[in-house]
């Protein structure tokens, strides 16, 4: 009787990030889903190796006036390259009335950043061009503010928050 031995063999595939359009004095990062880390780049290509695959990424750059949106990608049996443009990013200052001070509140935006938990009156949040919704919150749940949406276009911007105090008959 003959035995048979068979071997599975992850092939992987050569994934490069090209970047684009950050001053050469900047080094950037990948991060993606998997865990993998570029660690800093000072050069304009980075490459993972990779199985097939679905995989997601964020962008990070030394110089917080530029930014990238986070991308998705598939490996399929061959080699990727994705194209990394960073944009010039712009200040949204959002601006808090109507909670008692000290209050923990925050700000969700549609492309998922967040400006974590805040305690003063203002938080700012560096942005790309384009339109982003937002949802308000605060720790303390018996205060509400409305989300609403704006745009960003080529300048900073601010937002007003008007937190109310829910009453309950």
């Given amino acids: 009787e003959a035995i048979e031995m068979v071997v599975f063999m992850n092939y992987t595939y050569s994934i490069q990030f090209n970047e684009t359009n950050l001053p050469l004095s900047n080094t ?33 750059t030394s110089d917080k006036y530029y930014k990238v949106n986070p991308g998705r990608f598939i490996v399929n049996g061959g080699n990727i390259s994705e194209k990394i443009r960073f944009s010039m990013a712009y200040s949204t200052t959002f601006y808090e009335s109507g909670l008692p001070s000290g209050t923990t509140w925050f700000v969700n935006l549609s492309d998922k950043e967040s ?7 203002t938080t700012v949040i560096m942005l790309i061009n384009g339109t982003y919704n937002y949802t308000i919150g605060a720790e303390n749940k018996i205060y509400h503010a409305n989300g609403s949406s704006f745009i960003v276009n080529g300048n900073n911007s601010k937002v007003q928050i008007q937190f109310y105090k829910v009453e309950y008959a």
């Fill in 28 to 60: 950037w990062c990948v991060n993606l889903s998997n865990g993998l880390r570029s660690g800093p780049i000072q050069n304009m290509n980075y490459t993972f190796l990779l199985v097939n695959g679905t995989y997601t990424y964020s962008v990070g």
């Fill in 115 to 121: 400006s974590g938990g805040v305690t003063g009156s």
